[in-house]
């Protein structure tokens, strides 16, 4: 099965790596790529996103979008994890070409009306980018194939504060907007991401078979390895963002759930991603007046992992 994909991205380490997937697999027809805040802010975004496509020879469309959350301040980018170009402080290779005139908004809009029902959003950083296509087009919700979050947590806990994950706590409010909109959308989140991991062996591999690119993943991939041994105790990285495609490939590698969500907007549960599972009762019913969507729970983490280095190699 083929799929035609946006991949909406804020590379950073993790983001590149799926990068490379999304212009290397058989089965994914990469449309285009929209640029975000997140792991870096949106210019680095998207030259980083520019200098990908490039050491690919891939002439794909690159469109900038959110440099800031819908409402609250903006949180200083994590160097600390992605470095302070996103790709792990390395040297990298000038870009020489342009982004998209159209901002990533329009870009999503103008892609999804074009090719209505063939479309999938594979969104893997903050949602701000989703949320002003809704409020652009919101006809778009019955015209997308189907939208996949790299986001959120529901039994794991939070990477960024005690119970949110990074790209929900970063424009909640465009999350919340997302995760609750009509139209079909999974969520890939901590649960099954920290399960997967991209150790050394895997990324020698990528390496070897990648060239230029190879050079960029392995070299932004030891950075980001670092950040890993310190926080979660691993030996390689989790590879979040590429969860998202084996998602959209493998889905049976996956176990799920459908229910309804919700993001927490304010307090000290911000960016808290609520799932109410689908017939559960609870003392209101205002949990389950959202549209039913589907979460993933746990994963085969060993066969994602592989295949994520079979694909680059």
């Given at each position: 099965?083929?799929?035609?994909?946006?991949?909406?991205?804020?590379?950073?380490?993790?983001?590149?790596?799926?990068?490379?997937?999304?212009?290397?697999?058989?089965?994914?027809?990469?449309?285009?790529?929209?640029?975000?805040?997140?792991?870096?802010?949106?210019?680095?975004?998207?030259?980083?996103?520019?200098?990908?496509?490039?050491?690919?020879?891939?002439?794909?469309?690159?469109?900038?979008?959110?440099?800031?959350?819908?409402?609250?301040?903006?949180?200083?980018?994590?160097?600390?994890?992605?470095?302070?170009?996103?790709?792990?402080?390395?040297?990298?290779?000038?870009?020489?070409?342009?982004?998209?005139?159209?901002?990533?908004?329009?870009?999503?809009?103008?892609?999804?009306?074009?090719r209505p029902g063939e479309v999938s959003l594979v969104a893997v950083g903050p949602l701000g980018?989703?949320?002003?296509?809704?409020?652009?087009?919101?006809?778009?919700?019955?015209?997308?194939?189907?939208?996949?979050?790299?986001?959120?947590?529901?039994?794991?806990?939070?990477?960024?504060?005690?119970?949110?994950?990074?790209?929900?706590?970063?424009?909640?409010?465009?999350?919340?907007?997302?995760?609750?909109?009509?139209?079909?959308?999974?969520?890939?989140?901590?649960?099954?991401?920290?399960?997967?991991?991209?150790?050394?062996?895997?990324?020698?591999?990528?390496?070897?078979?990648?060239?230029?690119?190879?050079?960029?993943?392995?070299?932004?991939?030891?950075?980001?390895?670092?950040?890993?041994?310190?926080?979660?105790?691993?030996?390689?990285?989790?590879?979040?963002?590429?969860?998202?495609?084996?998602?959209?490939?493998?889905?049976?590698?996956?176990?799920?759930?459908?229910?309804?969500?919700?993001?927490?907007?304010?307090?000290?549960?911000?960016?808290?991603?609520?799932?109410?599972?689908?017939?559960?009762?609870?003392?209101?019913?205002?949990?389950?007046?959202?549209?039913?969507?589907?979460?993933?729970?746990?994963?085969?983490?060993?066969?994602?992992?592989?295949?994520?280095?079979?694909?680059?190699?």
């Amino acid at each position: 099965m083929s799929h035609s994909i946006i991949f909406d991205t804020d590379p950073g380490v993790d983001d590149a790596q799926a990068i490379a997937i999304a212009l290397r697999h058989p089965d994914i027809e990469l449309l285009g790529m929209t640029t975000t805040f997140g792991n870096v802010d949106v210019e680095t975004a998207t030259h980083n996103a520019l200098l990908l496509a490039q050491l690919a020879d891939a002439d794909i469309p690159v469109a900038r979008g959110s440099a800031c959350p819908m409402v609250k301040p903006r949180h200083p980018a994590p160097k600390h994890i992605h470095g302070d170009n996103g790709l792990g402080n390395i040297e990298l290779p000038e870009v020489t070409t342009q982004p998209d005139p159209r901002n990533a908004a329009q870009f999503i809009v103008d892609t999804v009306n074009q090719r209505p029902g063939e479309v999938s959003l594979v969104a893997v950083g903050p949602l701000g980018n989703l949320a002003a296509a809704l409020q652009l087009d919101p006809t778009i919700t019955g015209k997308v194939k189907n939208v996949i979050i790299m986001g959120g947590s529901i039994r794991e806990g939070g990477n960024v504060t005690p119970v949110a994950e990074a790209n929900i706590f970063n424009d909640a409010h465009a999350a919340q907007r997302v995760l609750t909109a009509a139209w079909p959308l999974t969520l890939v989140g901590l649960d099954v991401t920290h399960r997967c991991v991209l150790t050394p062996e895997h990324m020698a591999r990528i390496e070897s078979a990648q060239g230029e690119l190879g050079k960029v993943l392995a070299g932004s991939y030891a950075f980001y390895r670092e950040f890993y041994r310190g926080a979660l105790g691993i030996d390689g990285c989790c590879p979040h963002d590429s969860v998202a495609l084996a998602w959209l490939v493998h889905p049976e590698l996956f176990t799920t759930d459908q229910g309804h969500l919700h993001v927490v907007t304010e307090g000290p549960a911000e960016g808290q991603t609520l799932f109410a599972p689908l017939g559960r009762l609870f003392i209101e019913d205002r949990w389950s007046l959202t549209p039913e969507q589907t979460v993933c729970l746990d994963v085969d983490g060993d066969a994602v992992s592989n295949w994520i280095a079979d694909t680059l190699s």
